[in-house]
């Protein structure tokens, strides 16, 4: 091997080598960020009363997520890094011996009155005890208002099917923030929530805490796009709905070596 093509070599190994700390820093400054339950997201205010009752009964739980594109994991590395697939994972660590289902009904692109026409056939066929309805994040980045009445429609046609109902609002995301409806659409699914007596899980104050509080950077829980949530935040958004959903819950004997007051975020 000639002098040059030996340095080119061993400058490409460098490089690489370069390259892998690179990565394997950005992993380590991920996995040193905590994740953090602000106050507003540990209280539900209306709290998924059978779904515990189910819980504590030791009883078979199913949950649908529907919702847009951060439910349906855009941005993740798998589906398997998605919310609803993180979140099964979470509840099945915590509640073992239970039988849990996650259905990951997430659509991308969709607004509030493309899910409820799908409720039926996406929701409701699948009897589930609890559903987490993500909704208002298309409608804040297409500048359209956030429609209140027909998230309060659907809220009922989902109650009325005997499933305890939890709704989540847009994520604190650039692409977000730079929209002037944003603040509207959280003002009006939190007066959604408490009109329809049903819970409120804040995850825009939940990752709004993350970075003007904690002072993580967008890009641990953020993609390229500006919009999207990473596997790191997933991973977070999961553990802190499985939080905000079973506490106070009385749990069966099989799990009460784990209570649930004592995880730690």
Partial sequence: MSRGVGVRFAGAIAALALGGLALCGTAQAQDAVQCRSPLETKDLEHAPVNFRERIAAGKP???????????SGAGASSSAASYPSQLEAELKNRLPGLPITVLNKGIGGEE???????????????????????????SVLRDHPTPGEVIRQGVERLKSSGADVVLINPQYAPKILVKPGIEQSVDTITATARDAEVGLFNRFAAMRSWHETDHVPFEHFITADGLHMNDWGYACVAKLVANAILDGTQLPPATAAAPVGAIKN
């Avoid at 739980?61 to 439910?71: C, H, M, R």
Wanted: glycine share 6%; charged share 20%; net charge negative.
């Fill in 61 to 71: 739980l199913k949950i649908v997520a529907i919702g847009s594109s951060s439910t």
């Fill in 112 to 138: 509030a009155p493309q899910m409820v026409a799908r409720f039926e056939a996406d929701v409701i066929d699948e009897a589930p005890d609890l559903v987490l309805w993500q909704v208002g994040s298309n």
